[in-house]
Each structure stands twice: as C-alpha cells, then as structure tokens.
C-alpha cells in the first residue's frame, strides 16, 4: 500500500519549486510563487483521474471525512451509519461536530452489511458512510438503493482504497461525496493530506469554505474576503501538496505493481483447503493494497497470524485484536471517554456499545488474516514469500485442525 516507498526525483522536483519560490501557503501571494499552485494543480489531478467535477484538497484523511459531512450539513445530533470495521477516524470525523455515529456490522466483503444498515435507519439517520477497507470495497449499488429510498447521504471512505472501482466509477466517486487520505502509509502520500470529491457544486462550494475559516475565496485580496458562515483550518501546505502532485502521476503505476504482487500471493493461497477469500462485490475492482483471506475460525486465524510473525513474514494483520481498526477494542468510545464535555446529542444519542451485539462482525473479522502487499517487493521475493506464506497456512492448519 504505501506510496513512499517510491519517493523520488519528481517529488523531489515539485517540492523544490516550493521551496525555491518560498510560497508555503496554496492561497495568494501570486507574484512571489513563480507559477507553482500545486495544491490548485493537485486538485485538478485528482478531479481527472476520479472523473469528478470537483476536488477540495484539505490537511488529512479525517479533516476530510467532517469536512464531507459539514458541507453536506450534518451537525449536531445526526446519526451516520458507519461500519465496525474501520480506523478509529470514522466516529472521530462525526463527533468532530456533534453528530452521532451508529456503528452497523460487517459481512464476508469486511464492509457495511446493507440489510444491517437498513435496520439501524431512524428518523435521525442523515449518512451512510461505508469504509472502503484494505482496498476492497462496500457494496455500493445495495447502499445507493438503500440511501435513496430513505433520502439519505452516500459518503464514501476512499482513504484504504484509492484507484479501486466500482461499476466502472472510480471509488470515492460512486457516492455523494467521497473521501481520500494521502497520510504517510496510504497508497499515495502527501506526507498528510486528504481530499474531498464530489459532483455537487453545492457542497464543493461549501468544502472550499469550511476548510479556510470560511473565506468566500471572492477577488484577491485575502482581508477583505466575507465569510457566508463559520469554518475551521483545515488547509494543506503546498509543501505536502507538491510531494502529492509527484505520486498521483504515478498512482496508476502503483496500482499495477500491487496487482502483480498480489496476484502471485491470492494463486499460491487460493487452493489451500478450508482458506477462503474476502468476498469482493461483483461490480467491483479491488486497489490490490490488501490480500485478506478467512481460516476456518478464529483460534486458527490467530494462530496464523502469530505463525506468520514468527517465521519472519512481515506486514501481516489480524485486525480483530488490533487497537485502531475495531470496535472491540474501542473502550475510549464505548465509555465516551474526552479531554472536555461532549455536546449533549452524542452524549445522549450515543449507543451503549458496551452492550451491543456485534456477533457478526465477530465471527467474520475473527478469521481474517490480512496480507500488506508492498511495492517494493521483486517477482522473486514475492514468490518466495507467497511460497512461505502456503507452508505456514498449511501447518497451522494442520496442527490446529488435527
Ligand atoms: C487513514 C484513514 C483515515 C484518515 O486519514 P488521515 O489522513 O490519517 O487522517 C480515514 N479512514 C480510513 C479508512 C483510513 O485508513
């Protein structure tokens, strides 16, 4: 998955015309900047490659997701449908402002279950917000139904999964809004950063303002701008912005190098008895970040795991017991521990996840063991560790199994 893996000459190359310009800030001083707006020809990168109308680069993945959500004008006391399954900056974007995150289990695509989201739908539900986890993706035709029959929000969580698709549309572009992260491990990185796409000229608007304090961006002169309501800062740097131009002309490049890889790991895995694949919807193409496999049941899955680390394969995950990515191990949330007071409508909307049901999640990432597929990797390292990988799988199983 990550892009800095190949940091080179090009961005190299733009972040020197910053620094040799001087301009950190993507807004004004047009004379001192030499021509460089790498944020402004960032977002106009992105916009292509998505095949979206509109691009709102901002500071990270997670100023992203609340920046989505406030220009589409969520705020206090509107529930988001989120997964259980995701990294912990899903329900901090809907907390950011005073929303409440509703927390629905996973199924065998480790994404939103559709008829599970539909049971959690109330009078207060504004936002479906799959996560696009380890590349793979939700099931987007079934969510889109789902959100239009109950007028509500499509918001994809692109962050795990950039130059995946879906039905032929790039992910993050299938929804209402869709959002990207180029934090330093992500596919492609900025060092940080994130951005927002749409097709919504509204809620483009919207983003364009929220992110800089709400400056309407009218003219040229930064002090006399009006501000049609309250934002916040969430801009990125044209330093981060210009290390981001570098990788998203070499996304595509990325991209087939983890098919390759990732490809030699899935055939070498496929045939082993009682593994089976994360189950990825029939519409979709995964970014190939990710191969995530199921064992039988959990004991041996963690068994697998730990076998794995011990016979030297790096950059494998058993995100059931992992502290960021999973409700079971989300007690600051469940026990809705902050530094000040929560406004009211989380404190009261707020589920009570210490007793939740979450059986199905449970069984399903309970017996998933998940593969980082590296760009770095040759054909040759990579089959030795696809080889490496069968022999482990096949003598966990055989112990645990008898
Ligand atoms: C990384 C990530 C984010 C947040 O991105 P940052 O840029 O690190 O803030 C959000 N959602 C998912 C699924 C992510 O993996």
Redesign the pocket.
Known sequence: MPGFELFGDLERKHVNDVLESGVLMRYGFDGMRNGHWKAVELEKAISERMQVKHTQLVS??????TIALASAGIGAGDEVIMPTF??V??FESIIALGAVPVLVDIDDTLTLDPEKVEEAITPKTKVVMP?H?CGSMAQLKELKAICEQHDLLLLE?A??AIGGSYDGKPLGSYGDLG?F???YV?TITCG???AIITNNETYATHADHYSDHGHDHVGKDRGAETHPFLGYNFRISELNAAVGLAQISRLDDFLAIQKKNYTILREALIDIQGVTMRRVPDEGEENYSFLTFFLPDEETARNTHKALGKNGVDGCFYWFDNNWHYVKKWDHLKNKTSLGKLPEEVLNGLPDYHSKDFSQSDYWLGRAVCVLIKLGWTEEETKARATKIKEVVQSVKSITLG
Do not use: N, P, R, Y
Not at 60 to 65: I, Y
């Open positions: 990270s993945g997670t100023s992203a997701l995701t990294f900056a899903s996560v986890m969580d962050c795990q959002c992260s180029f934090d992500k940080e950063g994130g």
